[in-house]
């Protein structure tokens, strides 16, 4: 596990690196103010996956989970079996 956390935190800092030296050395052509900012894509990608991530825990919480007694509820009078 220590190995693996070493990796991990490995490539973390050559991504970090890697960002700025693009950044840096090659001088890409922005469109936007905000993309001058030096870590903007990591921090828009990193504010993405949690917006997706709670967006789809509060999606299945409230409308995909039914509750525990679900199919024990006794059948709606209106409703007729086929």
């Not at 936007?32 to 870590?39: A, G, S, T």
């Not at 039914?66 to 007729?80: A, C, I, L, N, V």
Request: glycine share 10%; with cysteine; net charge neutral.
């Amino acid at each position: 596990m220590k190995h693996f956390l070493g990796i991990l935190y490995g490539c973390l800092v050559l991504s970090i690196l890697a960002g700025f030296w693009v950044n840096f050395y090659l001088h890409p052509h922005h469109y936007f103010v905000w993309e001058n900012l030096p870590v903007f894509s990591a921090l828009y990608g990193f504010i993405g996956c949690i917006v997706i991530i709670l967006g789809s825990k509060a999606l299945g919480h409230h409308w995909l989970q039914k509750k525990e007694d679900y199919y024990d509820q006794p059948e709606s009078p209106g409703r007729k079996d086929t």
